[in-house]
């Protein structure tokens, strides 16, 4: 049976500035879904990060289908409605267009699909990060596909020895989708050259070399290519799925220990490290930390299975622990040097009009 895996995710509104989003919106979300899905949909999931609400279909219309990309508009536009009843803060934020075009890509809510051959057992994982940008699961991805200390599978498995490709997106070209195509491990030097630059090269999709199946789908959605100014961080999802020719669950999760440092934080304007945290969380210090979570599925027969908290697991306490001493301490550094991004990512926001009133005053000593 061939299914597909879409989710969508937006901001259109939160608590207390950018904390969470309050239930009744959440509730207006499913409702909605509910009342208007006509059949189209073999099953959906609905849950938040931070303030972000990300939607999960399970469902046979395609990548790309502009009757589930409605159908989500839809709802996040339902939902806006009662933001702003209540007030909350950013209300139908990322929704930087005024009518549906057929696509929600480059309409503002962030994007993950895939379609496969469902296999008799198909265990997937669904990644929504919140505070970052979609270079945030670079390493995680390198790690967990390309490096045998994370994936003892790509030494132990004869499903992953021809190892996988990389699709790699150039965010900085607006005119269209920029991609190269780059294999593991020949080209793993190429692969690694690419994705140090987290805020231009993004990880689009990845595929096993064996089957040519899919394993990975990534959203690479930048708000500031839209909108041309600073309109929060990007705040991306990503399916992986699991087992087999593809990385176990274990090994996909072994890099997010690291707890990398990432674009994001405070005003999108940081770097930070990338906190793993529980289902349903909220963001806090310094609008921060930058937080992913992570839900385990299966999906047989379209019908997705009640989800697992991958990082619900004590010994994730412990990574918390030290990603929330890592933060503190990039956080003592204020706005100086590696702790604020640079002014190319800075750029979208006030500090632009700062700096040209500043260049004014310059004098040239002769």
Same mark, same amino acid.
């Given at each position: 049976?061939?299914?597909?895996?879409?989710? =969508?995710?937006?901001? %259109?509104?939160?608590?207390?500035?950018?904390?969470?989003?309050?239930?009744?919106?959440?509730?207006?979300?499913?409702?909605?879904?509910?009342? /208007?899905?006509?059949?189209?949909?073999?099953?959906?999931?609905?849950?938040?990060?931070?303030?972000?609400?990300?939607?999960?279909?399970? !469902?046979?219309?395609?990548?790309? +289908?502009?009757?589930? @990309?409605?159908?989500?508009?839809?709802?996040?536009?339902?939902?806006?409605?009662?933001?702003?009843?209540?007030?909350?803060?950013?209300?139908?934020?990322?929704?930087?267009?005024?009518?549906?075009? $057929?696509?929600? &890509? $480059?309409?503002?809510?962030?994007?993950?699909?895939?379609?496969?051959?469902?296999?008799?057992?198909?265990?997937?994982?669904?990644?929504?990060?919140? &505070?970052?940008?979609?270079?945030?699961?670079?390493?995680?991805?390198?790690?967990?596909?390309?490096?045998?200390?994370?994936?003892?599978?790509?030494?132990?498995?004869?499903?992953?020895?021809?190892?996988?490709?990389?699709?790699?997106?150039?965010?900085?070209?607006?005119?269209?989708?920029?991609? #190269?195509?780059?294999?593991?491990?020949?080209? =793993?030097?190429?692969?690694?050259?690419?994705?140090?630059? /987290?805020?231009?090269?993004? =990880?689009? +999709? %990845? @595929?096993?070399?064996?089957?040519?199946?899919?394993?990975?789908?990534?959203?690479?959605?930048?708000?500031?290519? #839209?909108?041309?100014?600073?309109?929060?961080?990007?705040?991306?999802?990503?399916?992986?799925?699991?087992?087999?020719?593809?990385?176990?669950?274990?090994?996909?999760? +072994?890099?997010? +220990? %690291?707890? !990398?440092?990432?674009?994001?934080?405070?005003?999108?304007?940081?770097?930070?490290?990338?906190?793993?945290?529980?289902?349903?969380?909220?963001?806090?210090?310094?609008?921060?930390?930058?937080?992913?979570?992570?839900?385990?599925?299966?999906?047989?027969?379209?019908?997705?299975?009640?989800?697992?908290?991958?990082?619900?697991?004590?010994?994730?306490?412990?990574?918390?622990?030290?990603?929330?001493?890592?933060?503190?301490? #990039?956080?003592?550094?204020?706005?100086?040097?590696?702790?604020?991004?640079?002014?190319?990512?800075?750029?979208? $926001?006030?500090?632009?009009?700062?700096?040209? &009133?500043?260049?004014?005053?310059?004098?040239?000593?002769?």
């Amino acid at each position: 049976m061939k299914t597909t895996l879409s989710v =969508i995710k937006a901001d %259109i509104g939160s608590i207390g500035g950018h904390l969470k989003p309050s239930e009744r919106l959440i509730d207006r979300v499913r409702e909605f879904l509910n009342d /208007n899905q006509d059949g189209m949909v073999n099953d959906l999931y609905i849950g938040h990060t931070g303030d972000d609400i990300a939607i999960l279909f399970s !469902h046979q219309q395609g990548v790309g +289908s502009d009757k589930i @990309h409605k159908l989500a508009w839809d709802a996040f536009l339902a939902g806006t409605e009662i933001a702003k009843e209540q007030g909350l803060y950013g209300a139908g934020q990322d929704l930087l267009k005024d009518a549906f075009s $057929g696509n929600v &890509k $480059g309409m503002g809510p962030a994007v993950a699909e895939m379609e496969f051959e469902e296999r008799p057992n198909e265990p997937f994982l669904l990644f929504c990060a919140d &505070k970052t940008d979609p270079g945030a699961y670079n390493l995680p991805l390198y790690l967990g596909f390309a490096d045998p200390m994370h994936n003892s599978g790509l030494m132990l498995s004869p499903s992953m020895s021809k190892g996988f490709k990389f699709t790699i997106m150039d965010v900085a070209h607006i005119e269209g989708d920029k991609t #190269i195509e780059l294999n593991a491990p020949e080209e =793993i030097y190429d692969i690694a050259a690419l994705l140090r630059d /987290n805020e231009r090269f993004v =990880i689009e +999709s %990845i @595929h096993s070399r064996e089957t040519g199946d899919i394993a990975t789908s990534v959203s690479t959605t930048r708000l500031h290519n #839209i909108a041309g100014k600073y309109t929060g961080k990007d705040d991306p999802v990503m399916l992986v799925r699991v087992q087999g020719a593809f990385p176990a669950t274990g090994e996909v999760l +072994s890099p997010f +220990s %690291i707890g !990398h440092y990432v674009a994001g934080f405070m005003r999108g304007s940081h770097i930070g490290p990338l906190m793993p945290v529980v289902k349903n969380s909220s963001v806090s210090y310094f609008d921060g930390p930058p937080v992913v979570s992570c839900l385990a599925f299966c999906v047989h027969q379209g019908k997705l299975t009640t989800p697992a908290d991958a990082f619900e697991h004590p010994y994730w306490d412990w990574v918390r622990s030290r990603v929330a001493e890592k933060a503190t301490e #990039i956080r003592a550094q204020g706005f100086f040097g590696a702790a604020m991004l640079p002014y190319s990512e800075l750029e979208y $926001g006030g500090i632009v009009a700062k700096m040209n &009133k500043l260049e004014k005053k310059f004098t040239v000593k002769k």
